[in-house]
C-alpha cells in the first residue's frame, strides 16, 4: 500500500529567494511571444541577429520556397526582431543575469582556489608520513617484542604446523621466542639505540578518514586511487593550478582587468542560468563574453572587492 508523506500542519517551508535579475528575466519572458523569446535567446546566446532569427525560425536551406529566406530577408526580419522593445528587453534581462551569476560562479572558484592554497601551506591533516619503532626497539635486550601472549600463541601455533609439514631433510624454521616480552605498541617512536633499525624505525603513511575532512584539507581532497599492488593513492587538487588562477585575477602577469574578468566570465558563464529553464540556461552560457570592457572592469573589480 502506498504511503502519503506529510508534514505537520504549521512546519516553516524554506522559500528559495530569486535574484532581482532572475524575476526580471522571467518578467521579461511573459512579455515575449514564443517566436521573440527564442529569438532572444539564440540573440543572447550568439551575439548574431541573423542566426538569431534562422534558429527561432527553424530555417532550413533544404527545403521548398527557402530561396525566399535569403540573406537580405533574414538580416532585415532580424533587425526588425531586434527593435521590438520587448525582445529587447528580454534580451538585455538574459545578458545581466549571465553577468550576475558569473560573477557568483567565479567568486566560489577563487575561494576554492584560496583554500586549496592555504590547505597545501598550513594543514596536515588529509595525509601524514611517519617513522614509528619497529619489532625489536623496544623489547627487552632488544628481541622482538610481541603485542600480548595470543599473538605469541598463534605465531606458535603457524610454527608447529610448518614442522609438521616438513619433508626428509628440510630445515625447521626458527622457533618464535618471547624473551624480548610483551607491550607492543605500534604507534610508539622509534628507539635511538634499536640495534636492529638503527634508531630509523619503520615507515609508515597514514590517509585520514575522508569522510571526515574539515577545513582546508576538505578543500584540498580531490579523491582517492587505487593501484596495481593493492595501495590507495591519494589524490588531491592541484595547488600550483590553483595559486596561478588566483595570481592572474589578482593581475599579477599584468592583465587587464577587462581580460581578466571577461575569461574567468566565460568559463563560469556555462551554469549562468541554472536557476531557470534548462533552455535559457544552455543559450546564455556565452553571453559573458560579449561583455564590453567597462562591464568587463567593472565586473572583475566586483569581484576583487
Known sequence: MNQIATVPAGTPVEVVEKSRAMVRVEAARKA?????????????????KAKAYRLAMGYDG??????????????????????????????????????????????????????????????NDLSRHVWLNCRYCHGANNAYQWIDDAEYRQA??????????????????????????????????????????LGLGEQRTLIADTTE???????LYK???????????????????????LLKAAGAYGDSASDVARGAAAGAAAGAAAAGAAQVAARTATV????????????YLELAG
Open 32 to 48: 515575449c511571444n514564443a517566436a521573440e523569446a527564442s529569438f532572444a535567446e539564440h540573440w543572447a546566446a550568439t551575439s548574431n
Open 62 to 123: 533544404t527545403k521548398k520556397g527557402a530561396k525566399a529566406w535569403g540573406p537580405a530577408f533574414q538580416y532585415q526580419r532580424a533587425i526588425e526582431y531586434s527593435y521590438k522593445p520587448a525582445v529587447q528587453e528580454y534580451f538585455q534581462a538574459l545578458k545581466d543575469l549571465a553577468c550576475e551569476n558569473a560573477v557568483i560562479n567565479i567568486q566560489r572558484i577563487l575561494e576554492h582556489d584560496k583554500a586549496i592554497v592555504q590547505a597545501a601551506e598550513t594543514s
Open 156 to 197: 606458535m601455533a603457524k610454527w608447529f604446523e610448518q614442522v609438521g609439514a616438513l619433508k626428509g631433510d628440510q630445515p625447521a624454521p626458527a622457533q618464535p621466542d618471547d624473551s624480548g616480552g610483551y607491550g607492543f605498541e605500534q604507534w610508539a617512536k622509534p628507539n635511538a639505540d634499536c640495534r636492529r633499525c
Open 213 to 219: 575532512l574539515e577545513g582546508p584539507a576538505a578543500a
Open 223 to 245: 579523491g582517492v586511487k587505487a593501484k596495481a599492488d593493492g595501495s590507495i593513492e591519494l589524490i588531491t587538487h592541484d595547488v600550483d593550478k590553483a595559486k596561478e588562477r
Open 288 to 299: 559573458a563574453v560579449t561583455l564590453s570592457d567597462e562591464e568587463a572592469a567593472r565586473m
